[in-house]
T-cell receptor, first 113, second 110 residues
Framework: SAVISQKPSRDICQRGTSLTIQCQVDSQVTMMFWYRQQPGQSLTLIATANQGSEATYESGFVIDKFPISRPNLTFSTLTVSNMSPEDSSIYLC??????????FGSGTRLTVV | SQQGEEDPQALSIQEGENATMNCSYKTSINNLQWYRQNSGRGLVHLILIRSNEREKHSGRLRVTLDTSKKSSSLLITASRAADTASYFCATDHTGNQFYFGTGTSLTVIP
C-alpha cells in the first residue's frame, strides 16, 4: 500500500499560535485528504487537498482556519491557525489509490494549552 | 486481516427503493462506522455504532450490528438519486486505528 509519513507525530502548542502538519507519500496519488479525529471517535473530513488549486473544504471548515497546500502529487500540508483548546485533536492525512483503497498517516496528536 | 469486507461490491436500485449493504469483519471491535464517499470527495462520516449497541438510526439510515456474527448492515430507506455514492464500513479495533473495507458502489436511478 502507499506509505505515508506524517509530521509531527504530536505537539503541544500555545493558544493563538499556528501549527503546520506535513504529509509525504511515497508515490504519486490523485486524492489526498485531511481529517480530524477525537480519540475513539469517527473521522471528520476537513478538506480534500487538490494539487495545484485551492482545497475543497467541508461544511464547518474554512481556509482561513485550516489553510492547505498541495504543491505536487506526493506532498501536502495542513495548518491549524490561531489555535484554541477546542482544536486539540488528532489530525490525519489520507490518500486514496486505485490499488490499495484508503491509506492513513499515523496522525498528529495536537494539544492546545 | 482486520479489514472489513462489504457486499455487494455494486448495487443499482430505482429511486424510492431501499438499499442494504453489509459489512463483515474478523476480530472484535470497539466500534464500527459507516462512511459515504461521493465521486472526487473524501469520506464523510454517516454513523458510528459501538460494540454494545445493536441498532442505530439517523434519518433515512439504519445500521445494525451483530457482534456474534461479526457483521453490520447499512439500510438506506426511500433512496434518492443523491444517495449515489460509495459506502464504506470501518472497524475500530484498538481505539486509534481504523480498517476500511473495499466499499459498496451504490447507484440510485431516478
Amino acid at each position: 500500500s502507499a506509505v505515508i509519513s506524517q509530521k509531527p507525530s504530536r505537539d503541544i502548542c500555545q493558544r493563538g499560535t499556528s501549527l503546520t502538519i506535513q504529509c509525504q507519500v511515497d508515490s504519486q496519488v490523485t486524492m489526498m485528504f485531511w481529517y480530524r479525529q477525537q480519540p475513539g471517535q469517527s473521522l471528520t473530513l476537513i478538506a480534500t487537498a487538490n494539487q495545484g488549486s485551492e482545497a475543497t473544504y467541508e461544511s464547518g471548515f474554512v481556509i482561513d482556519k485550516f489553510p492547505i497546500s498541495r504543491p505536487n502529487l506526493t506532498f501536502s500540508t495542513l495548518t491549524v491557525s490561531n489555535m484554541s483548546p477546542e482544536d486539540s485533536s488528532i489530525y490525519l492525512c489520507s490518500v486514496l489509490t486505485v490499488n490499495y483503497g484508503y491509506t492513513f498517516g499515523s496522525g498528529t496528536r495536537l494539544t492546545v494549552v | 486481516s482486520q479489514q472489513g469486507e462489504e457486499d455487494p461490491q455494486a448495487l443499482s436500485i430505482q429511486e424510492g427503493e431501499n438499499a442494504t449493504m453489509n459489512c463483515s469483519y474478523k476480530t472484535s471491535i470497539n466500534n464500527l462506522q459507516w462512511y459515504r464517499q461521493n465521486s472526487g470527495r473524501g469520506l464523510v462520516h454517516l454513523i458510528l455504532i459501538r460494540s454494545n449497541e445493536r441498532e442505530k438510526h439517523s434519518g433515512r439510515l439504519r445500521v445494525t450490528l451483530d457482534t456474534s456474527k461479526k457483521s453490520s448492515s447499512l439500510l438506506i430507506t426511500a433512496s434518492r438519486a443523491a444517495d449515489t455514492a460509495s459506502y464504506f464500513c470501518a472497524t475500530d479495533h484498538t481505539g486509534n486505528q481504523f480498517y476500511f473495507g473495499t466499499g459498496t458502489s451504490l447507484t440510485v436511478i431516478p
